[in-house]
């Protein structure tokens, strides 16, 4: 919202963050188990959206359960400086840049 974008892209720009640093976790423990259990790639994908599918339910469970609502508004924003446009832009080149790296 900062950035004028609509609500609900910005809430999931940031839950996306949040949920994606989880689900790095969760691929690492799948990928340390795979060396002692040897299951395929298939069965480590089908184990990581299992557990992708358990983290997005228990996620939305406590957004509601916690009252989110998503038509609420920020009624003071401040104005984004060139600091502010700076930062987006070397943080989404970094992005591409990691993007292309692998």
Not at 3 to 12: E, G, N
Not at 45 to 50: E, F, G, P, Q, V
Request: aromatic share 12%; net charge positive.
């Amino acid at each position: 919202m900062y950035f004028k974008l609509p609500p609900r892209f910005a809430y999931a720009i940031a839950i996306s963050v949040r949920f994606l640093q989880n689900v790095l976790k969760d691929l690492e423990y799948l990928s340390d188990l795979r060396k002692f259990e040897k299951f395929s790639y298939l069965e480590l994908l089908k184990r990581l959206t299992n557990l992708i599918i358990i983290r997005a339910i228990a996620m939305a469970e406590s957004l509601e359960s916690r009252g989110f609502n998503l038509d609420k508004r920020i009624k003071i924003l401040r104005k984004p400086t060139s600091i502010d446009w700076l930062l987006l832009t070397i943080s989404a080149s970094i992005l591409v840049l990691s993007l292309f790296r692998f």
